[in-house]
């Protein structure tokens, strides 16, 4: 086998990977879309069981998982932020690939 003949498998190989990728981010982004959208109906739910008229436990019940929710989003919102930098970091470091060469 040529070299030209490796090289064009490899790429080949590269770019199923990359659409296997980017099928399955595809498939993560609209599995989360579907979630933000029942998320917003159970946060709902969760506020209609803080009236009074609900009973006390249940009451509390729905005030932790607010809280509880409510931090771990504000840590995942934060943590997507400091990651977001670091990637921006990383890519202002990185040399750039020559057209054609690649490791």
């Known amino acids: 086998m040529s070299r030209s003949e490796m090289a064009s498998g490899a790429t080949a190989q590269e770019e199923f990977k990359a659409k296997l990728t980017e099928v399955r981010a595809d498939r993560v982004r609209r599995s989360a879309g579907m979630l933000t959208a029942a998320?917003?109906?159970?946060?709902?739910?969760?506020?209609?069981?803080?009236?009074?008229?609900?009973?006390?436990?249940?009451?509390?019940?729905?005030?932790?998982?607010?809280?509880?929710?409510?931090?771990?989003?504000?840590?995942?919102?934060?943590f997507e932020t400091r990651l977001a930098e670091l990637e921006a970091q990383v890519r202002a470091f990185e040399p750039p690939v020559a057209a054609g060469w690649s490791p």
């Open 39 to 78: 998320a917003s109906e159970a946060v709902r739910t969760l506020l209609s069981l803080q009236k009074e008229s609900v009973p006390a436990p249940v009451r509390l019940g729905a005030a932790r998982t607010v809280l509880e929710i409510g931090v771990k989003l504000r840590e995942m919102a934060d």
